[in-house]
Antibody, heavy 118, light 107 residues
Framework: QVQLVQSGAEVKKPGASVKVSCKAS????????IDWVRQAPGQGLEWMGWISVNNGNTHIAQRFQGRVTLTTDTSTATAYMDLRSLRSDDTAVYFCAREAATGFLLYWGQGSLLTVSS | IVLTQSPGTLSLSPGERATLSCRASQRVAGNYLAWYQQRPGQAPRLLIY???GRATGIPDRFSGSGSGTDFTLTISSLEPEDFAVYYCQQYGGSPYAFGLGTKLEIK
């Protein structure tokens, strides 16, 4: 069965960086894109970006451009989301999600809580 | 594309019919519109894709309709486990924005 297992909770100081991982299993990793979505406490879902595992192409939401880098390691079937210059309003649960062939998000990770606090 | 969901909160009783709306600021390419359910403390779950396709394992009381800019999620007869937050998302073109969600609460 398809599983996406994310890294654990992190606490960071403002200005720092964080790297969240998402390890995939149960399917051919190269065949499907991975999206990243975040959810601030008590708020809705916010789409951050997408990476094609096949060729490394990315689409990053405009508000995150310059602060977010999406990468994958096909040898370990793991996707990564790097977020730099952290601010307190980056405090959120970060989800990775595997796309279906046409782009909707079929499988989700369990979420990784990031707390940014001085 | 901006997605506007209404109402923000919907208060209904089990057994009633729920109708949730998602309106796009411009046409959604290919009617690539999905609906997700999110229960507290859980990751979202795909319900509907392509505006009207039901995801595997989703009960047939959930149905999606609409095209272009106006989309609807209908739950024909609410079960206790259906009280949650529902989000629409367009994936016809980047950025794949979500709506702000509709909270379905027990009346």
């Amino acid at each position: 069965q398809v599983q996406l297992v994310q890294s654990g909770a992190e606490v960071k100081k403002p200005g720092a960086s964080v790297k969240v991982s998402c390890k995939a299993s149960g399917y051919t990793f190269n065949n499907y894109g991975i999206d990243w979505v975040r959810q601030a406490p008590g708020q809705g879902l916010e789409w951050m970006g997408w990476i094609s595992v096949n060729n490394g192409n990315t689409h990053i939401a405009q508000r995150f451009q310059g602060r977010v880098t999406l990468t994958t390691d096909t040898s370990t079937a793991t996707a990564y989301m790097d977020l730099r210059s952290l601010r307190s309003d980056d405090t959120a649960v970060y989800f990775c999600a595997r796309e279906a062939a046409t782009g909707f998000l079929l499988y989700w990770g369990q979420g990784s809580l990031l707390t940014v606090s001085s | 594309i901006v997605l506007t969901q209404s109402p923000g909160t919907l208060s209904l009783s089990p057994g009633e019919r729920a109708t949730l709306s998602c309106r796009a600021s411009q046409r959604v390419a290919g009617n690539y519109l999905a609906w997700y359910q999110q229960r507290p403390g859980q990751a979202p779950r795909l319900l509907i894709y392509g505006a009207s396709g039901r995801a595997t394992g989703i009960p047939d009381r959930f149905s999606g309709s609409g095209s272009g800019t106006d989309f609807t999620l209908t739950i024909s007869s609410l079960e206790p486990e259906d009280f949650a937050v529902y989000y629409c998302q367009q994936y016809g073109g980047s950025p794949y924005a979500f709506g702000l969600g509709t909270k379905l609460e027990i009346k």
